[in-house]
């Protein structure tokens, strides 16, 4: 699906983590390499403690590295100043099994709060591009509504409209079924595959929930500290294949 002549997303190289553990230290994540690409959606499974979330954190710059490199669009997170890792943090969009909304602000200022970091927004525009996401994952008659006032399908649609609300190039998901039904965990992973092919962001989505694994482009096994991909023939989603078989615009326009 990738072209080799893009940038990854996201690059890992021979990444290493450990925690201390009484006396000694346990390390969970055995040199991994991996590169998730724009446009493809990669589940990444394995069994409780494997390091799958641990793994979510380092590339979201949760966790300060250790040993060995994360690169986002090309640019090292390794040994960057807090300054450059809230720049780099901020073309990423986070989903989480327990949504953290902040309760005492509705679902549009929720949803908002990306971007009073974006110097270049008002009041005004920032609830504009609110209204404008949440309508579009289905919200239009709770945009003023709290969380408390919500089921956990609407909150998690309002965690999806807020981390997307940025138009960021990769967002990172935490079991966002986990909290959810069969029927709601099925709306909303085809809500994240749905937008993800639109605006052309890598998802990397960490799960235990084998009903999801068809919306994967890409299915890695995460265990002993190791990634492996397994002999498991994926058919990309038709939009993820529209979107890596159509034109450029620069092909198209002719440059």
């Given at each position: 699906m990738s072209d080799p002549a893009a940038t990854p997303a996201?690059?890992?190289r021979d990444l290493h983590y450990a925690f201390d553990e009484g006396t000694g230290r346990k390390e969970v994540l055995h040199?991994?390499?991996?590169?998730?690409?724009?446009g493809e959606i990669v589940i990444i499974m394995g069994p409780s403690g494997s390091g799958k979330s641990t793994l979510l954190k380092l590339i979201g710059g949760q966790r300060?590295?250790?040993?060995?490199?994360?690169r986002i669009d090309g640019h090292e997170?390794?040994?960057?100043?807090?300054?450059?890792l809230v720049e780099l943090r901020r073309r990423m969009g986070f989903i989480f099994q327990s949504h953290h909304?902040?309760?005492a602000l509705t679902a549009c200022q929720n949803v908002q709060m990306p971007l009073s970091f974006d110097a270049r927004e008002t009041a005004h525009s920032s609830r504009a591009r609110a209204v404008a996401i949440l309508e579009h994952?289905?919200?239009s008659?709770?945009?003023?509504k709290k969380p408390a006032k919500l089921s956990g399908g609407q909150k998690q649609r309002v965690a999806i409209a807020r981390a997307l609300v940025t138009h960021p190039r990769i967002i990172l998901a935490d079991e966002p079924t986990a909290s959810l039904d069969s029927k709601t965990g099925r709306e909303v992973v085809d809500l994240i595959q749905a937008l993800a092919c639109e605006s052309r962001c890598a998802i990397v989505l960490v799960t235990h929930d084998p009903r999801i694994l068809d919306v994967?482009?890409?299915l890695i096994h995460l265990e002993d500290g190791l990634l492996k991909e397994p002999d498991i023939a994926l058919t990309p989603s038709p939009a993820a294949q529209a979107l890596f078989s159509a034109p450029t615009e620069a092909a198209s326009s002719g440059k």
């Open positions: 996201i690059s890992v040199g991994i390499n991996v590169d998730f690409w724009p300060s590295l250790q040993c060995g490199s994360i997170l390794a040994g960057v100043s807090q300054t450059r909304l902040l309760a994952v289905g919200l008659e709770h945009i003023d994967a482009d890409r």
